[in-house]
């Protein structure tokens, strides 16, 4: 399963997979405190972004292709700092990969990371949620080119 990861998101769960409890959501909120912000041509323009309405937290998703490269940008409020670590995640670990590299991950990958041992089901269908989103994103990208 980790041949299906690309090279950064798999470094970020080696890291998570070596914290214990707390340091689990304790790098979880640096992810959350450290996610670029997003453009300021987005946060104009929100509606350009794509809403998550499985997630109970307002998530905006925007998929960016460039050169045959993903990029995803996240609108994800400070009060929610779990989904918004989980967002920085994303937004880094998936930083320029392909959409078929998108596609590929695993479903259930935050179990590598040890965050089923510290979230709440509730969170855990959220961050799924958020994965379904960008795939469904990586499909439509490929559907365009």
């Given at each position: 399963m980790e041949n299906t990861l690309p090279a950064r998101l798999k470094e970020i769960i080696e890291d998570f997979a070596l914290c214990e409890g707390r340091e689990k959501l304790e790098l979880l909120l640096q992810y959350s405190e450290q996610m670029p912000p997003v453009p300021e041509r987005l946060s104009k323009n929100r509606d350009q972004m794509e809403f998550v309405p499985e997630c109970m937290t307002?998530?905006?998703v925007q998929a960016e292709m460039h050169d045959g490269h993903m990029t995803f940008f996240f609108d994800v409020p400070d009060e929610s700092?779990?989904?918004r670590g989980f967002a920085g995640i994303m937004s880094e670990?998936?930083?320029?990969v392909s959409p078929e590299e998108v596609l590929n991950i695993p479903g259930d990958f935050y179990r590598q990371m040890g965050l089923d041992q510290v979230l709440t089901h509730q969170r855990l269908n959220g961050m799924a949620a958020i994965l379904a989103h960008i795939k469904r994103l990586a499909l439509h990208a490929l559907s365009t080119q």
């Open positions: 307002p998530v905006y700092p779990t989904v670990g998936l930083r320029g």
